[in-house]
């Protein structure tokens, strides 16, 4: 889907209410799938966003710095005895868009880093 | 895990692997980790049946294809930009070694003779005061001479005082010799940790600073023992004329 430059894609304004609604119920940071659950939840749907859609936007909102991401302290997954996690966090910048906007497409400020290709 | 869970779980895999092949290895890896990830929390999502797991993963596997290799492509076109920028960027600098390692080479300075070497332990180093001027009548080499700048230097170091282990004397240049062009010249610049000399900066410049510059570049220092060269700040005072 080609954007207009500064606007965001349906999906990815829906990933930033979805962080946003994570955030509501305590969950400041919150690994990919909590995130497809989250959007399957919002949507009404039984099926979760496919693998590279998902990995794929949230590529580009990190690039955009709507999101923030970090790995996972490896010494917890492995306590756990599981892979590591990368975390992401819904930046203020995002939120405060979606605290303000109407829950339409919404026109968010873009911050491209450079040699970032358009979606 | 029901055993087609496990085996689409290990193309969902065996998918990644493919449309990660060839990328720079950070970006292959933070991906797989990802996938993985995802794929042990819908494995342990109480939420999620059997049943309901492989079909999940399938449909998430078919429906993102496209966008795996859309990533991919930008993935590769953003390796091919950076590449782009640095290959210029290193050929240029490459350009700028090559320069600097051959123009001492190819300067017009000829090889002056070695200065004596010897530790010195004082921070402030004098020469040796010149050589009595030959007596009336005595013979001349037939060999080109040149004259020399004296040279005092200063280091300044938080460390073991390094030592001049190779003093190149600058030249007094015979044009300036012949113009009668007199002087001293100050030369700063800094002893690295290899013991060699950079960022050297004379005032004034001219045709007198330059000579002792060239010289001064060429200067080796160590400490004594096995102690570590720090680096330090040289000062270099080079006098051309007078009592040559």
């Known amino acids: ?119 | 895990m029901t055993r087609v869970a496990e085996f689409v779980a290990a193309c969902v895999r065996r998918w990644t692997r493919i449309y990660t092949w060839g990328l720079p290895p950070a970006v292959r890896e933070a991906r797989c980790q990802d996938i993985e990830s995802d794929l042990w929390e819908s494995a342990h999502d109480p939420d999620v049946t059997e049943a309901e797991l492989a079909t999940q993963m399938v449909m998430r596997l078919i429906s993102g294809i496209a966008d795996d290799v859309a990533w991919r492509v930008a993935q590769v076109s953003l390796a091919k930009s950076i590449t782009l920028r640095l290959v210029p960027a290193a050929v240029i600098l490459c350009m700028l070694l090559l320069f600097a390692a051959v123009a001492p080479l190819t300067t017009n300075v000829p090889d002056v003779p070695e200065p004596p070497t010897g530790a010195r332990q004082m921070q402030t180093v004098i020469p040796d005061p010149p050589p009595p001027p030959p007596p009336p009548g005595a013979v001349t080499a037939s060999a080109p001479t040149f004259q020399y700048g004296r040279t005092s230097y200063t280091v300044v170091t938080d460390g073991r005082l390094p030592v001049a282990i190779k003093e190149v004397q600058p030249i007094y240049p015979p044009i300036a010799v012949a113009a009668g062009l007199e002087g001293q010249v100050v030369v700063r610049a800094r002893i690295n940790e290899a013991g060699g000399v950079t960022d050297a900066q004379v005032a004034p410049d001219g045709i007198l600073g330059q000579s002792a510059i060239q010289a001064i570049r060429r200067w080796e220092f160590a400490v004594a023992g096995n102690a570590t060269l720090r680096p330090a700040l040289l000062t270099v005072r080079v006098h051309f004329g007078g009592s040559q």
Request: proline letters at 6%; glycine letters at 6%.
């Open chain 1, 1 to 119: 889907m080609r954007r207009k430059r500064g606007t965001l894609v349906p999906l990815e304004t829906a990933i930033c209410a979805a962080a946003a609604a994570l955030r509501r119920r305590g969950l400041n940071e919150f690994h990919g799938y909590e995130l497809a659950k989250q959007l399957a939840h919002i949507s009404d749907r039984r099926l979760l966003t496919a693998y590279g859609t998902l990995y794929r936007a949230l590529g580009r909102l990190e690039a955009m710095g709507l999101l923030e991401s970090r790995r996972e302290d490896p010494a917890i997954a492995a306590m756990e005895n599981r892979p590591g996690r990368r975390l992401y966090t819904l930046t203020a910048l995002a939120q405060s868009v979606v605290d303000q906007s109407p829950p339409s497409r919404r026109r968010m400020p873009v911050r491209r880093r450079r040699g970032e290709a358009p979606a």
